[in-house]
């Protein structure tokens, strides 16, 4: 597969399995943790905390492979984050939600790959044309921000737009080596892989967070504005957030507008209860595969259980293909 020798030749790693940035869960421990299994690691630069992004780097330099992603509108916001971020020598600098191309050029003077995740064919066209290096199609299945389409949609999509130029790895739904034998057969080279990872022992998160992904049921996530607006982050469109269902998610549900016109009052009580761990409230982004994750094992255990089983079903699945009459 030309392809797949591609991505894991153009990140240095043994499996075709990278982390999602997510922003403050995947801290620098996750991110070696994922390299150090042969995946690939992304630091989460989330919404430009200067102070976060200078710790985290730091404790990432001289360290490979990584990468550190960011929020592309956000990173516009405060454009001295990627000098920080360069500076930590990351194999890798991932842009999502956005336009990547002010910032392109610099990330490639600095040998650093530019990953770029797209969630349209006009997105995927406007990161070729920024000079990405590789694509990530991400479905709306997935945890945190995402647009409206199913991953086994845009996922042959982009594989066909991209025409074997770039590699493209999928995001969205994903928590197993079942999917990332699925987006293999689809076209795509790897996998980029959030919900799956955040119930990890080294994921950043709060560990009732995690144990609420482990019990959750496939129904137990929605896409939505409530969570952004309640933080008084109004993010572009057509980008929404996905979270599991919490009693602040269904308090407003249907009450959005009334939400905007309460949103200093709102704000003011989320970011209490976000401090005070109260997840009824506070939002747990996750994405649609938590029905598959049953336990909070290490990263490096994740990162074998979901190579070990594509390659044992790709493999059968090459060894049981009769020919065509």
């Known amino acids: ?171 969205g739904g994903i928590a197993d080596g079942r999917g990332l034998a699925a987006m293999m057969m689809l076209g795509a080279s790897g996998v980029l892989i959030g919900t799956r990872f955040y119930a990890s022992v080294e994921a950043d998160g709060a560990e009732e967070a995690k144990q609420r992904i482990r019990d959750a049921d496939p129904n137990d996530t929605v896409r939505g504005v409530i969570v952004d607006w309640s933080r008084s982050l109004f993010w572009p469109a057509p980008f929404t957030a996905r979270t599991l269902v919490n009693d602040h998610i269904r308090r407003w549900t249907g009450r959005e507008i009334e939400l905007m016109q309460r949103a200093a009052e709102v704000t003011v009580e989320y970011a209490a209860a976000r401090a005070a761990g109260n997840f009824e409230v506070a939002a747990v982004f996750a994405g649609e595969a938590v029905g598959l994750i049953h336990d909070i094992p290490p990263a490096a255990e994740i990162v074998e259980r979901i190579a070990t089983e594509a390659e044992q079903l790709l493999t059968g699945r090459r060894n049981s293909m009769a020919p065509l009459a």
């Not at 995947?26 to 630091?43: D, K, N, P, Y």
């Not at 360290?63 to 916001?77: H, Q, R, V, Y």
């Not at 997935?142 to 066909?160: E, F, L, Q, W």
């Open 1 to 171: 597969m030309p392809i797949v020798a591609s991505l894991t030749q153009l990140l240095g790693i043994t499996h075709p399995i990278l982390l999602a940035p997510m922003d403050t869960i995947a801290g620098s421990r996750l991110t070696r943790a994922v390299s150090e299994a042969g995946g690939f690691g992304i630091l989460g630069g989330g919404y430009g905390d200067r102070a976060r992004l200078e710790a985290e780097a730091k404790r990432l330099s001289g360290f490979a492979p990584f990468g550190i992603g960011f929020i592309t509108w956000s990173l516009a916001k405060q454009p001295e984050l990627l000098d920080i971020a360069l500076d930590a020598k990351p194999q890798a600098i991932m842009l999502s939600f956005g336009d990547p191309a002010p910032f392109a050029a610099r990330i490639k003077a600095c040998g650093a790959r530019l990953i770029c995740q797209v969630q349209s064919e006009d997105m995927a066209k406007q990161a070729l044309d920024a000079g990405a290096d590789i694509l990530i199609a991400q479905g709306t299945e997935a945890g945190g921000h995402g647009a409206s389409r199913a991953t086994v949609d845009i996922v042959p999509v982009i594989v066909d737009l991209a025409a074997g130029r770039v590699p493209v790895v999928a995001a």
